[in-house]
């Protein structure tokens, strides 16, 4: 792929474009964002998406590059819906960033006690740029945010550094207590019973939920949970967060109409599997046969349905949640037959 020299449209600073003539655009090689976005070749309306926005909406932008790339997409496509998408979401809780940062370490750690080291100090173009991973994970916007969510992981016992203040050269490392409070995090999502459903919420799509997703996880011994049968008197984005947060996994179904896809669908499985949570990934027949589902979800492997065989759907859905999830806590015992 030729190369090229030019900046990041997201934070305007140095990158590397890889022409990809396959994809029809560019792969964007951009430290900033700790690693690799996709552009197509004439990016003029996703650069004028991104121009108005704030530093804090950069940031969350970024995190759902890292989340995309944590989900296996190794060069995320940016697009207007995208952008729009984190622009009009809400940034996260202090605690969140911070547990970012954590996995972050965690995850620069080759082995178990070695440092992750940062030099806190400007470059010829006046940018902090050894600090960039760390804002990135961190959905921060300065070093400042970056060195006060350290010192809220140092005193949480979550990571030891060499010395009690946060210098120009540091060497962190991730504590017991810290892989503990990741295994943690991980492990309280196992123990629910709840999974949480991503559609498109249309009459047309009622039986696909009543006759094919609701009874499969049913059997499976899970509790569907559709947001718009719930009661809640808070913010739609904040309870969906919330809700995503107490599920075991997420099934995600990417079937759309004539409005086109729906990007609450992408951004729900991709808030999921930014933290670790699976999703299991269906559609309508006809739109996986055609390609129509997008570039960044194609590659994972879709439970395709019918309107005339919803019960085999129900089955291929139930089996695959209990092959690779394992019955839920409500998964209802055969009695044995003597």
Same mark, same amino acid.
């Given at each position: 792929?030729? &190369?090229?020299?030019?900046?990041?449209?997201?934070?305007?600073?140095?990158?590397?474009?890889?022409?990809?003539?396959?994809?029809?655009?560019?792969?964007?090689?951009?430290?900033?964002?700790?690693?690799?976005?996709?552009?197509?070749?004439?990016?003029?309306?996703?650069?004028?998406?991104?121009?108005?926005?704030?530093?804090?909406?950069?940031?969350?932008?970024?995190?759902?590059?890292?989340?995309?790339?944590?989900?296996?997409?190794?060069?995320?496509?940016l697009t207007t819906g995208i952008v729009t998408q984190c622009r009009d979401?809400?940034?996260?809780?202090?605690?969140?960033?911070?547990?970012?940062?954590?996995?972050?370490?965690?995850?620069?750690?080759?082995?178990?006690?070695?440092?992750?080291?940062?030099?806190?100090?400007?470059?010829?173009?006046?940018?902090?740029?050894?600090?960039?991973?760390?804002?990135?994970?961190?959905?921060?916007?300065?070093?400042?945010?970056?060195?006060?969510?350290?010192?809220?992981?140092?005193?949480?016992?979550?990571?030891?550094?060499?010395?009690?203040?946060?210098?120009?050269?540091?060497?962190?490392?991730?504590?017991?207590e810290g892989f503990g409070r990741i295994e943690k995090l991980d492990s309280?999502?196992?123990?629910?019973?709840?999974?949480?459903?991503? &559609?498109?919420?249309?009459?047309?799509?009622?039986?696909?939920?009543?006759?094919?997703?609701?009874?499969?996880?049913?059997?499976?011994?899970?509790?569907?949970?559709?947001?718009?049968?719930?009661?809640?008197?808070?913010?739609?984005?904040?309870?969906?967060?919330?809700?995503?947060?107490?599920?075991?996994?997420?099934?995600?179904?990417?079937?759309?109409?004539?409005?086109?896809?729906?990007?609450?669908?992408?951004?729900?499985?991709?808030?999921?599997?930014?933290?670790?949570?699976?999703?299991?990934?269906?559609?309508?027949?006809?739109?996986?046969?055609?390609?129509?589902?997008?570039?960044?979800?194609?590659?994972?492997?879709?439970?395709?349905?019918?309107?005339?065989?919803?019960?085999?759907?129900?089955?291929?859905?139930?089996?695959?949640?209990?092959?690779?999830?394992?019955?839920?806590?409500?998964?209802?015992?055969?009695?044995?037959?003597?």
């Amino acid at each position: 792929m030729a &190369m090229t020299q030019r900046n990041c449209i997201i934070w305007e600073t140095p990158v590397t474009y890889h022409l990809d003539a396959a994809r029809g655009g560019y792969v964007v090689d951009s430290p900033r964002t700790d690693g690799r976005y996709f552009v197509r070749q004439d990016s003029t309306q996703v650069e004028q998406a991104v121009r108005p926005l704030t530093t804090r909406d950069k940031a969350c932008l970024t995190t759902w590059l890292i989340d995309q790339r944590r989900l296996g997409v190794d060069a995320p496509e940016l697009t207007t819906g995208i952008v729009t998408q984190c622009r009009d979401g809400r940034s996260r809780s202090v605690h969140d960033r911070a547990y970012r940062l954590l996995r972050y370490l965690a995850r620069k750690t080759d082995t178990i006690g070695a440092p992750v080291s940062a030099f806190n100090f400007l470059d010829e173009d006046g940018q902090a740029s050894d600090y960039w991973p760390f804002m990135a994970w961190s959905e921060s916007t300065t070093v400042e945010e970056v060195q006060f969510l350290i010192r809220f992981l140092l005193k949480e016992g979550m990571i030891e550094t060499e010395t009690e203040t946060v210098a120009d050269y540091q060497s962190y490392f991730v504590t017991p207590e810290g892989f503990g409070r990741i295994e943690k995090l991980d492990s309280v999502r196992i123990k629910s019973e709840q999974a949480f459903v991503a &559609m498109w919420f249309a009459d047309e799509m009622r039986a696909v939920f009543d006759k094919g997703i609701e009874p499969a996880l049913a059997a499976s011994g899970y509790k569907a949970l559709r947001i718009d049968r719930k009661d809640h008197n808070n913010k739609i984005d904040d309870e969906i967060v919330a809700e995503i947060r107490r599920s075991r996994f997420v099934v995600a179904d990417f079937t759309y109409g004539t409005s086109g896809p729906r990007g609450g669908v992408y951004f729900e499985a991709g808030f999921a599997q930014g933290l670790g949570i699976p999703v299991v990934f269906s559609c309508r027949q006809d739109l996986l046969d055609e390609g129509k589902i997008h570039f960044d979800t194609r590659q994972y492997n879709h439970i395709g349905w019918t309107t005339d065989r919803l019960d085999e759907f129900k089955d291929r859905l139930s089996q695959r949640i209990s092959a690779t999830l394992g019955d839920g806590p409500l998964k209802q015992l055969v009695p044995s037959v003597r």
